[in-house]
Structure formats: C-alpha cells, structure tokens
C-alpha cells in the first residue's frame, strides 16, 4: 500500500525558501505510472495546485508560482522535493504531496495524498 | 484563465438528497473530479472522471457531467457525509490544474 508523508521546517522566514520533502513508500516514483504532486491550501481556505513532477524530471507547473518554483525527483531514495523562493506570509498554507494523475493523462486525479503539513511564513 | 464555481454551502436533513453543482464554460467537455475533505484531514478523492467511484467510495455518491455544469450527489446522507467538497480539472488551454472554492456540506 502506498504512502506518502511530507517533511521540512514548519517556520519560514519571509523571503527565504520553502522546501519540503515527500518521501514515498510501497510503491516506486520509477514506476512510470504517475506524475508525483504538490499542492497546497492556506488557512480556512481552498484548495491550490503547485506542480507536478515525473520521474523523468519533466514538470508541469502553476503559471502563477512558475516563476519561484523548482522540483525534483530522487529516485534512489524515491523522494521528490518541492523550493520554493521568496516566500511571503501569502505562503503560508499546509502543504500536501499527492500521487497523481496517471502518466498518460494530465486530466486525470490525485487519487492519494499525503497528510500534509503546515509551513507558516513568519519573521 | 479556467474559473469553476461552486456554492459556498449546501445543506441537507440526514437521509435526502445532497447536490453539490460545479460550474464551468463547457465543463461537460473536460474531465472533473471530486475530493471530500473533512476537518483535519486530507483531500480524498470520492469521484474520478466524472462519475467513476475510486474503490471503497459508497454507491451513494455519483457525479455526472454535462454542458455547463458538473454535479456531485449523494444519496441517503449521513451524518459522516459533512464535509468540504472540491470539484477539479485540467485547463489544457494554459496546463493548469483547476479547482473550484468548495462547497460545505451540512447535515441538519
């Protein structure tokens, strides 16, 4: 059975950079099947999309983040990483990694997620 | 940009019909999924593609999707329903993964 838990600091300075780790387990980021996910969802308030990653580094990302955005894949710890730059208290939100969507389709869902994990923006 | 609009809240008596609506231009011809989330947890997806139920996801819940609007309905509600709900495509015209803000289910 698949799972996904997230790590990093839970205490970001503003400008600094945001970067969390989702290390995954039963199961390989290599399979092939999946894109691997992060998203996010700020206090009391909705669902957000950060980007997603293939395990052959190719990456889909939300425009309006792109541009502080980078994430990568460690295969051999089958993990993916998440740095975000700059960061202000607007960042401030839990964090989720997801599995999903499938490899061959970017339409498809995030079908399991992680427990996610508060990071505040704070000085 | 793709906008999906979802009522704030929808409330129902424990044992009628819940239906939550997701609004979009020509959402019937993209693909929506829906996630459940209750206080504290994660986002659990509950409807893939439309109308497909992940395994586990009761029969009550079905989803259908047709011009302008994409609906979530759960039959026969329980108490254990309540939650926020999140409807969600994929906007190919800019390669950005939509959401709409949610909708609150409350049962009475």
């Known amino acids: 059975q698949v799972h996904l838990q997230e790590s990093g600091p839970g205490l970001v300075r503003p400008s600094q950079t945001l970067s969390l780790t989702c290390s995954v387990s039963?199961?390989?980021?290599?399979?092939?099947?999946?894109?691997w996910s992060w998203l996010r969802q700020p206090p009391g308030k909705g669902l957000q999309w950060i980007g997603f990653i293939y395990h052959s580094g190719t990456t889909y990302y939300n425009p309006s983040l792109k541009s502080r955005l980078s994430t990568s894949v460690d295969v051999s710890s089958n993990q993916f990483s998440l740095k975000l730059t700059s960061v202000s208290a607007a960042d401030t939100a839990v964090y989720y990694c997801a599995r999903g969507p499938h490899s061959w389709d970017t339409n498809g869902d995030f079908d399991l997620w992680g427990q996610g994990t508060l990071v505040t923006v704070s000085s | 940009s793709y906008v999906l609009t979802q009522p704030p809240s929808v409330s129902v008596a424990p044992g009628q019909t819940a239906r939550m609506t997701c609004g979009g231009n020509d959402i019937g011809s993209k693909s929506v999924h829906w996630y459940q989330q209750k206080p504290g947890q994660a986002p659990m997806v509950v409807i893939s593609y439309d109308r497909d139920r992940p395994s586990g996801i009761p029969e009550r819940i079905s989803g259908s999707n047709s011009g302008n609007t994409a609906t979530l309905t759960i039959s026969r509600v329980e108490a254990g329903d309540e939650a926020d709900y999140y409807c969600?495509?994929?906007?190919?015209?800019?390669?950005?993964?939509?959401f709409g803000g949610g909708t609150k289910l409350t049962v009475l």
């Open positions: 039963g199961g390989s980021i290599s399979s092939g099947d999946y894109y």
């Open positions: 969600h495509v994929w906007d190919s015209s800019s390669d950005d993964v939509v």
